[in-house]
């Protein structure tokens, strides 16, 4: 197999991985990108847009747009910050703590089916492969921003 094979393997993972987790999550409600505002925010209560988007790697205009359709819909709120009132620290709602656990289960589910059969040698190996590719893309970043 050579690196054009598995990068399209790598690719047809993700898309079915993140077409499944779509399809289920538009059916509580959930648009794409929001699981992971709703992860962050569980674990970190009175987070900014700011250091949600920090944490994703994105604009904080994106997170804005997520986070307004979020609180639309019920699932976040906004506080005024007690330290400074111009800043609005964002908490999960009780619905939102609920969509959090649903989103976090299934993503488990997804994670022990994709890996059913897979024994622990096999899962060390991917991990250091993974691990490695990783390792190898930053540092391809960092020298073609250096070049």
Same mark, same amino acid.
């Given at each position: ?24 999550? /538009? $059916?509580?409600? !959930?648009?794409?990108? =929001? ?13 900014? =847009? =700011?250091?949600? +988007? ?9 997170? +804005?747009?997520? %986070?307004?359709?979020?609180? $639309?819909?019920? !699932?976040?709120?906004?506080? %005024? #910050?007690? #330290?400074?009132? /111009?800043?609005?620290?964002?908490? !999960?709602? =009780?619905?939102?703590? $609920? !969509?959090?656990?649903? +989103? ?17 040698? $096999? ?25």
């Amino acid at each position: 197999m050579n690196v054009d094979e598995i990068n399209e393997l790598f690719r047809t993972y993700h898309n079915n991985h993140r077409n499944m987790m779509d399809k289920k999550f /538009r $059916e509580t409600g !959930l648009y794409f990108g =929001q699981p992971p505002i709703l992860k962050y925010l569980s674990m970190h209560d009175n987070a900014t =847009q =700011q250091e949600i +988007a920090d944490f994703l790697g994105v604009t904080k205009s994106t997170v +804005a747009v997520s %986070v307004k359709r979020m609180e $639309e819909t019920g !699932l976040i709120m906004r506080v %005024v #910050d007690k #330290d400074d009132a /111009r800043r609005n620290n964002l908490q !999960l709602t =009780q619905k939102g703590k $609920e !969509l959090q656990a649903y +989103a976090d289960n299934y993503f488990r589910k997804a994670d022990l089916a994709t890996f059913d059969g897979f024994n622990e040698q $096999e899962l060390i190996i991917l991990g250091r492969f993974l691990k490695r590719m990783n390792e190898n893309i930053v540092n391809f970043a960092k020298e073609e921003k250096d070049a």
